[in-house]
């Protein structure tokens, strides 16, 4: 008989595979609702039966991984489980008609699927291909996929290692724009579930994901940065020389050991900058509040060393005084008195005249005079040195307590920084 024109289309199909004595009816549920539904699809247009009906998508993401974080090129690289929900009017069946069957996965090639993309995408991701999608019988599908996310981000990294960055992934329809109504983005899940979400996330890297929020159709990965690797290796040593710096201030100013110990640590302090150069974020638009920190200790060592060098040269100011004329301490046979001293002392061993005689009394009294006024002189000098010995100790006292405040302050100053940056919201 006639085939009414509002029959249909698996009755159809059914009355025309009977008259063709095709047994399809025999076929498996899934092949007949697969045909049943694609024989006819058109995937080029948006499925609605009015055009002025908009397609309401939800979207849902579940951070995996935290891959990478690209600070030089201000890119961060994420592994995510995104799911999309939409209904197509198109994709709609009867249960009773295909054995109970209330849902199948198609071919995702062979359907309508939105053209929802990020904004902060800066390149192609190595994601899996996965060939379908879920459709039940109210025409309700699910698109879930896992994706690997290279999106730009901008990373603060003032507070490295103890940074914590906020980055974004907007989802939009890159052709059916909002003003067109065609596509309508809204959340599959409330914020607050969304929020501490941490059920599938690999938390064993160097990045903790804190919480996502979310506000529309864009999620803000919100990720802290473990710093315990940084902190044994940069902050730990750094903070041991500057230790021993200090300690270096109890060897005795008078000892030469002190400056060679000093200029030691600043050697020493040097290498270490060489070597974690390659350690630390680079940007071309701020430097690491841990840099500054490195330039700081180099500078306080060098004050250090500075100061070392000044109470070691007044401790030794003695020298600076006028050495004892070499008359003084020996006899100088270029002096005209001391040569005829000398030569009345010749002819006194071979006569023993009374006048022979006071001369050399004259001579040995002379020599007694000489002798005496040099060790005046020399106390004098150690009673100078003494007090320069004295001043130096208590200078050295004095500018040490103040590289010690001085230390001190910076060391609360960068706690302060360090702690305000690291607060979360």
Known sequence: GSIHPYTPAWARVVRLAGSLALPIVCSPALHRLSHYLLTHYQKGTRPVRDWRTTTNVAIDLMVYAILSVDEKNQVLTTYIWYRQH?????????????DNLTQISLPVESIWVPDILINEFVDVGKSPHVPYVYVDHHGEVQNLKPIQVMTACSLDIYNFPFDVQNCSLTFTSWL??????????SL???????KFDRSVFMNQGEWELL???????EFSLVIRRRPLFYTVSLLL?????????????YLPPNSGERVSFKITLLLGYSVFLIIVSDTLPATAVGTPLIGIYFVVCMALLVISLTETILIVRLVHKQD????????????????PRECEAAGAMRPALGCASQADGSLLMHGVLHEITAIRQFLEKREEFRDVA??????????????FRAYL???????????????GGVEVD
């Open 188 to 194: 599959w899940r409330q914020p607050e579930l969304v």
């Open 86 to 98: 939409w209904t197509d009017e198109f994709l709609r069946w009867d249960p009773a008609h295909f």
């Open 405 to 419: 405040v001085a230390v001190l302050a910076y060391t609360i100053t960068l706690a302060h920084l360090y702690g």
């Open 320 to 335: 600076l005084q006028p050495h004892v004329p070499a008359p003084c301490l020996h006899g100088d046979l270029d002096d």
């Open 176 to 185: 059916h724009h909002s003003e067109f109504r065609d596509i309508n983005l």
């Open 211 to 217: 919480y996502v929020l979310t506000h529309f159709q």
């Open 386 to 399: 003494r007090e320069w010995l004295q001043v130096g100790y208590v200078l050295d006292v004095l500018l």
């Open 237 to 249: 040593p750094s903070i041991f020389l500057m230790v021993m710096d200090i300690v270096g201030f």
